[in-house]
């Protein structure tokens, strides 16, 4: 599935894809599983951070783009210990977390507090993205201190540029 995509992808320029798991399904079939909906479903949360993990073993993509966009309203125990084995893994995958300076300067359910202490605890790589759904916030220098203020606090170095990936095939990935 994965690989279709890809290859319709690779007929436009471009200088690196970004992972951003906004569905748990299919979006064309069911537009209905946004990532972004509150749920309290285990089962979905799950879902989310598998098809994470899967997409960023697949080498396609140079960062993965508000890791933290699933809104599991469910048991926070549940939460941390879910996202903890998630952030774990992209860390052992090595690839980069976007703290999402969009989700930060509207008041989204992400940036999620619980996940970045987690990512702060873990030590992965992180980028602040600047979300290209709006590009006016390129100007928003003042919210941009407040961002890395943020991630200072909890000890965490934006990185400054990123790796262009490799590619690798599906069949690849699920070795």
Known sequence: MIEKEIEYLKTFEY??????????????EDYAKYSGSETNSVAVLDKY????????????????????????VGDN?????????????????GIPLEFNFLGFTKGRNYPN?????IVSETGNDVIIGLDAHSPDVYSDKENLKFAYEYLSKLEINPINSIA??????EKEILR
């Open 15 to 28: 200088d690196y894809l970004i992972l951003g798991q906004h569905f748990t399904d299919n979006e064309y």
């Open 49 to 72: 951070i598998s098809q994470a993990i899967l997409g960023a073993k697949s080498g396609y993509f140079s960062y993965i783009a508000h890791p933290d966009l699933i809104n599991f």
């Open 77 to 93: 125990d549940v939460y941390i210990k879910k996202m903890t084995h998630f952030v774990g893994r992209l860390k052992e995958i």
């Open 113 to 117: 507090d619980d996940f970045w202490k």
């Open 164 to 169: 262009i990936t490799n590619y690798k095939s």
